[in-house]
């Protein structure tokens, strides 16, 4: 059974950077053909695809945040991480970290709410 | 950038009936990649429809996904009450992978 769960402070600081940890278990993130990605959602609104890892080493941003995001792994720990810098209280929300492979989103974690607020 | 429109915003129905949910396009979605998910209060999404008409592993087979090119649907032939939910389109033929902004189910 794959488990993914995200870690991290709930409260960052307007213009500082937002970083997240997503550890996974039941699966080896260096194995298989998957996308390990990045996914929020504000109060209320719509999912938004933050970005992802391919296993081969590749990443894959999404445009709108493209200057501010990074995504990385870390084998030895199993984990991947988000880092996004400049943060405004537009990106508060939900932050989920998921298993894609390619054929739907079918793993995901319980998500973490970030607020950003002074 | 590939913008989903869900429809309806809302949908009342009762238990027992069949619900038809909506996704449109702005493009064609390469290859059908299309998924739908289920989410509830204070949950993560949960994969039901991947590839635009196959169900995810667990899935029941009240929920069936078809449609083609720019205009998908999922059906839930009988509603139960566990299926009151909002309800999810993206797709990931094209990057960035996009959502559409859900439907919300409930209970008449």
């Known amino acids: 059974q794959v488990q993914l769960q995200e870690s991290g402070p709930g409260l960052v600081k307007p213009s500082q950077t937002l970083s997240l940890t997503c550890t996974v278990s039941?699966?080896?993130?260096?194995?298989?053909?998957?996308?390990w990605t990045w996914i929020r959602q504000p109060a209320g609104k719509g999912l938004e695809w933050i970005g992802h890892?391919?296993?081969?080493?590749?990443?894959n941003y999404n445009p709108s945040l493209k200057s501010r995001v990074t995504i990385s792994m870390d084998m030895s720990k199993n984990q991947f991480s988000l880092k996004l810098s400049s943060v405004t209280a537009a990106d508060t929300a939900v932050y989920y970290c998921?298993?894609?492979?390619?054929?739907?989103?079918?793993?995901w974690g319980p998500g973490t709410l970030v607020t950003v607020s002074s | 950038e590939i913008v989903l429109t869900q429809s309806p915003g809302t949908l009342s129905l009762s238990p027992g009936e069949r619900a038809t949910l909506s996704c449109r396009a702005s493009?064609?979605?390469?290859?059908?990649?299309l998924a739908w998910y289920q989410q509830k209060p204070g949950q993560a999404p949960r994969l039901l429809i991947y590839?635009?008409?196959r169900r995810a592993t667990g899935i029941p087979d009240r929920f069936s996904g078809s449609g083609s090119g720019t205009d998908f649907t999922l059906t839930i032939s009988r509603l139960e009450p566990e299926d009151f939910a909002v309800y999810s389109c993206?797709?990931?033929?094209?990057?960035?992978?996009?959502f559409g902004q859900g439907t919300r189910l409930e209970i008449k």
């Open positions: 993206q797709q990931h033929g094209s990057s960035p992978p996009t």
């Open positions: 890892f391919y296993t081969s080493g590749s990443t």
């Open positions: 039941g699966d080896f993130i260096s194995s298989g053909y998957y996308y």
């Open positions: 493009q064609s979605v390469a290859n059908n990649y």
């Open positions: 998921a298993r894609d492979q390619n054929m739907g989103i079918d793993y």
């Open positions: 590839g635009a008409s």
